[in-house]
């Protein structure tokens, strides 16, 4: 079946621009995580949703960044004004319920490159 | 401040010989250890874990140890494959009453290198 898929793949774009990066999670899952790993770190957590709406944002690094759901399905993470710091790898996850930890899926992710 | 850490960035293991990634915490609230598996250009995919409540879980050639009392935890892969190599992440989630039970937090990371 299908697991949870991310686009693009990789994105190059200059300092000051406004990217989107796209999470479609596997069918049926309510819940989905958006997470960054820049390079040497771990998995940094961002944001989660259950259904359509986000109880935790506290992880989202400043206001540049937003996201949202539609639908209970697919999820956009905006990054406003990008800085070069914002490089990473973005990962999106999701789960059947918020509960259920350990059965996160994760996407590919979208490589995110700053100039 | 790093709340799990993994202080090996990379670690070397002949085939057919026992690889042990290490993993260690400082947050005495986590409640519950995962151990994620990562190949170039995918995401990390679940591979065992462990509640609090338990020292050892075990899993075909993988075995999750837990020591609370130095805040450690270990990974056994018995016997080693070259199909093993990748990196491996330590994760652990705490439990609070209302929001943030979900989150996990990772490790750097332990890349596994299995020689033929």
């Known amino acids: 079946g299908a697991g949870v898929s991310q686009s693009p793949s990789n994105k190059v774009t200059e300092k000051g621009k406004d990217v989107e990066l796209r999470c479609d999670p596997i069918s049926g899952h309510t819940a989905l995580y958006w997470y960054r790993q820049s390079l040497g770190q771990g998995l940094e957590f961002l944001i989660y949703f259950q259904g359509n709406s986000a109880p935790d944002k506290s992880g989202l690094p400043s206001d540049r960044f937003s996201a949202e759901r539609t639908g209970g399905s697919v999820s956009t993470l905006t990054i406003q004004r990008t800085q070069q710091e914002d490089s990473a790898v973005y990962l999106c996850?999701?789960?059947?319920?918020?509960?259920?930890?350990?059965?996160?899926?994760f996407g590919p992710g979208t490589r995110l490159t700053v100039t | 401040d790093q709340q799990v850490k993994q202080n090996s960035p990379s670690l070397s293991v002949q085939e057919g010989r026992i690889s042990i990634l290490n993993c260690d915490y400082t947050n005495s609230m986590f409640d519950y250890f995962l151990w994620y598996k990562k190949y170039p250009a995918e995401g990390p995919t679940f591979l065992i874990s462990?509640?609090?409540?338990?020292d050892k879980n075990e899993d075909g050639r993988f075995t999750v140890f837990l020591n609370k009392s130095a805040k450690h935890l270990s990974l056994h892969i018995v016997p080693s494959q070259p199909g093993d190599s990748a990196v491996y992440f330590c994760?652990?989630?705490?439990?609070?009453?209302?929001?943030?039970?979900?989150?996990?937090?990772f490790g750097k990371g332990t890349k596994l290198s299995v020689i033929p």
């Open positions: 994760a652990a989630r705490a439990t609070y009453s209302g929001a943030g039970s979900y989150q996990l937090t």
């Open positions: 996850a999701s789960s059947l319920a918020s509960d259920r930890v350990y059965e996160q899926y």
């Open positions: 462990i509640s609090s409540i338990k």
